[in-house]
């Protein structure tokens, strides 16, 4: 059974763009061999960390969205962990929460359906009786003002 997965790791920040770029291509090789698919691949740049992690305090953030079966993401998290330029990775699975998400958005349209039309008529009949008024006091006003400059 497939699932999706967001793959985060950081690489050394002494790595040249070219080595990361076959890092990269290298980890969704890894991933497409063993009967996955890579969704998207986001190359974040160089940060600063939060903290120091194995003498560097920024690295490359690289994050991989992929759809594998838990045993090929269990093998990638080994070879994150041997691999020498990375110092850090960060495994997540999210169709959990992608299932989530779609419910708490579908909860939240059904919602808004219901109420977004009565709320726009009550306001725009609100807004009638007001203006009318508005109208008869200021009329009251205007008059009494001649007589009492007169």
């Known amino acids: 059974m497939n699932r999706t997965y967001e793959i985060m790791f950081i690489v050394r920040p002494d790595v040249e763009e070219a080595e990361l770029d076959k890092l990269i291509e290298t980890f969704s090789g890894y991933v497409t061999t063993g009967g996955g698919t890579v969704k998207t691949t986001e190359k974040m740049g160089r940060r600063r ?3 120091t992690v194995k003498k560097f305090n920024d690295g490359f953030y690289v994050l991989l ?4 079966p838990a045993s090929l993401i269990s093998e990638i998290e ?8 990375v110092i850090k990775f960060l ?11 779609a419910k708490i ?16 008529n009550l306001e725009a009949a609100a807004e009638a009786p007001a203006a009318a008024e508005t ?3 200021a009329a009251p006003v205007a008059e009494t003002e001649p007589a009492v400059a007169s």
């Open 78 to 85: 080994r070879r994150l962990r041997v691999s020498e330029p």
């Open 135 to 137: 109208a008869e006091i």
């Open 49 to 51: 960390l939060a903290y």
């Open 91 to 101: 495994t997540v699975r999210m169709d959990e929460e992608d299932k989530r998400v």
């Open 65 to 68: 969205i992929v759809e594998a």
């Open 105 to 120: 958005k579908a909860h939240r349209d059904a919602h808004v359906k219901r109420s977004a039309q009565p709320q726009v």
